[in-house]
């Protein structure tokens, strides 16, 4: 992917532990060492990403707080090295919400790196059982985030039983909210009919997936994903598939600014391709489900035009 890069250029996130460690020695410091109850203080959870982030508040409400790590579109995940302040934010944290399957393994180390305190972890990836090598673009499953809500009610709940019917209410009231996304996904189902699709990159194939889509070039789109070229026969068929209308769209990272991707959208739109605009990460000032459900929405859109014409 071809995100700006944002690093922070230390020596490295084993460094920033190996400080931390001692900046926090001779403390048993974090309040997650209380396990069981934190009745006496609020809940602090770290999310790696920012729609976890907002999740985990909407459930805590005033009986928590949630620190954000990656809370700018402009931030790559992927290559994100945390600084000091991140690491000792993770150390007393009683939750931590990562993504899991490599997308964040920074966060891996910093939970690591404090393996003598009791960091309750919610790792998405296991909570939906994939493994490493699978898709880590989880949050483009409409159900991922009812999910992880019910999830960290659960644990919230365990954390600090007092609160544990305001969790459950605000937990429902939540899933409430995202119930939009998976009603969307349904009604798109109906008229996908196992459609082939072409994406930049597989940033929403999870979805695509769901709505009952098969992506027709998942080598193009792996090679954007590791910022490589693709092969000249993969570029010569996904030309072939727009050029002759075997795909119904084409879906772009719009943060992407590789010249492959670029020339695969103008030809879309030469050969009047529909292009499903999506991102990798939450837009500013936007919700998770408004964020999805704008983007499952342009799908909508394209079959109901397509309807229109036949």
Not at 97 to 117: E, F, H, K, P
């Amino acid at each position: 992917m071809n995100l700006v890069r944002q690093k922070s250029w230390l020596t490295g996130c084993l460094l920033v532990i190996g400080v931390v460690a001692l900046m926090l020695s001779g403390c048993t410091a974090t309040t997650s060492s209380q396990s069981k109850t934190t009745t006496t203080a609020h809940i602090r959870v770290v999310a790696s990403l920012d729609f976890y982030g907002e999740a985990a508040q909407k459930i805590l409400g005033s009986a928590g707080t949630v620190t954000t790590v990656i809370n700018s579109p402009s931030i790559d995940p992927e290559s994100f090295e945390p600084d000091i302040a991140t690491a000792k934010r993770v150390a007393k944290a009683n939750v931590v919400i990562q993504n899991g399957l490599g997308y964040d393994s920074w966060m891996d180390r910093l939970v690591a790196g404090n393996a003598t305190s009791q960091i309750h972890t919610v790792t998405l990836g296991q909570l939906l059982g994939r493994k490493m090598g699978d898709n880590p673009h989880l949050w483009s499953d409409p159900d991922l985030m009812i999910t992880m809500t019910r999830q960290l009610v659960k644990q919230f709940s365990q954390l600090d039983p007092t609160h544990a019917a305001d969790f459950q209410r605000r937990g429902a009231a939540y899933e409430r909210q995202l119930a939009i996304l998976p009603r969307l996904v349904r009604q798109i189902k109906q008229h996908a009919h196992g459609q082939a699709v072409a994406v930049s990159e597989p940033v929403f194939s999870l979805a695509l997936q769901k709505m009952g889509y098969r992506v027709s070039d998942p080598h193009f789109a792996q090679a954007i994903e590791e910022d490589s070229d693709p092969t000249p026969a993969d570029i010569t068929q996904l030309q072939n598939q727009i050029k002759h209308h075997k795909i119904a769209f084409f879906v772009e990272n719009t943060q992407n600014s590789s010249t492959n991707v670029a020339t695969m959208v103008k030809l879309a739109h030469q050969y009047h391709v529909p292009v499903v605009r999506v991102t990798e990460t939450m837009p500013v000032h936007q919700t998770y489900r408004d964020w999805m459900a704008g983007q499952y929405r342009q799908v909508l859109r394209i079959q109901q035009e397509a309807r229109t014409s036949e």
